[in-house]
């Protein structure tokens, strides 16, 4: 590859959930620490992305703080996070074409590795065809990955043959896991894809940045 790989990755900030537990509405819009949780999720990832983009169901225009395309999934029904990884495929190679891959992120994780993308690529080797899924401690978190964006047509196929779960679909392509190490917070080891599923969980995560704070 020429110049910095990361250049050849769109980043996908999946926002499309039903964020029941939470009460309905944008969990990712609430607020943490003074800014809304998505706001630390884009700082977290735009350094290891060349293009980004939200994917959101419903009025776009509740993102225009961020300045970032807002791409609705393309299967109806809430089909789940492959649509927006699919999605993410569909706009990434018309608008981002020199990108071979995506990586996709929760919008509810505000701890996310400075270095998810590189480790990433770096598992997936010289075998572009690969996905690539984050694991932490004993969980692998299958929304959160490195997915070629040559696999669209087989994803879109599948989603139109009633797949959703993740796994049922990198079942049939090359696939690794990347384990990462937990974070310390002041003396504290926490995952990190911790995400705020819930209000505690976000009252969690309050407490959490401010325990960083010097």
Do not use: Y
């Amino acid at each position: 590859m020429r110049g910095d790989p990361v250049e050849l990755v769109t980043g996908v900030l999946l926002a499309g959930g039903l964020s029941r537990r939470m009460g309905g509405g944008d969990k990712c819009l609430r607020d943490l620490a003074g800014k809304p949780m998505l706001a630390h999720v884009i700082e977290r990832l735009r350094p290891q992305v060349g293009a980004m983009v939200i994917n959101a169901n419903g009025d776009p225009e509740r993102f225009a703080a961020f300045g970032l395309d807002v791409v609705p999934d393309t299967v109806g029904g809430f089909a789940g996070p492959l649509a927006g990884v699919l999605a993410g495929m569909r706009w990434s190679a018309t608008r981002a074409p020199e990108a071979q891959w995506i990586v996709t992120v929760s919008t509810d994780a505000p701890f996310l590795p400075l270095d998810l993308t590189r480790r990433f690529l770096e598992a997936i080797g010289d075998a572009p065809r690969t996905i690539a899924m984050a694991a932490s401690g004993e969980d692998v978190h299958p929304v959160i990955g490195l997915w070629p964006v040559a696999l669209a047509d087989d994803l879109e196929e599948q989603l139109n043959a009633g797949v959703r779960k993740v796994l049922h679909w990198t079942g049939r392509h090359a696939s690794v896991v990347v384990d990462f190490p937990f974070l310390c917070f002041n003396g504290r080891k926490v995952d990190p894809f911790f995400n705020a599923n819930t209000p505690e969980e976000l009252d969690e995560a309050r407490d959490l940045i401010e325990s960083r704070s010097p």
